[in-house]
């Protein structure tokens, strides 16, 4: 039986951007862009967040159970990441789910 891991991004965004973390070369989707990952759970961030969507994608080894998050502007958090423009996600390398979940939330804008 394939294991399922649970894990938790956030969705921010300010003036028509998103902010996108690049990954690390090696590991799982390496050297793709993706939505920031966290690795508490949203709820000890409080009011700070709540549930945007949720994803699920099968690799080789384990099912990913993703849930994203929307954060609100007051929180911050230190790590490296871009402001990337809306109109420029298209020319980033994104793993499926994480482009086909932003897809969705652009098409309801």
Known sequence: MIPTKSRHFLWIESCGKLLLDKRVDDGIWGALWCLPQIDIE???????????????????????????????????????????????????GLPKPIRKLIEKHLNKI
């Open 42 to 92: 949203p709820e000890l961030l409080g009011d700070h967040v709540k549930l945007q969507g949720s994803f699920k994608h099968t690799f080789s080894h384990y099912k990913l159970d993703g849930k994203v998050w929307i954060i609100n502007d007051s929180y911050t958090e230190i790590t490296p990441r871009q402001w990337i423009p809306f109109d420029n996600l298209n020319d980033l």
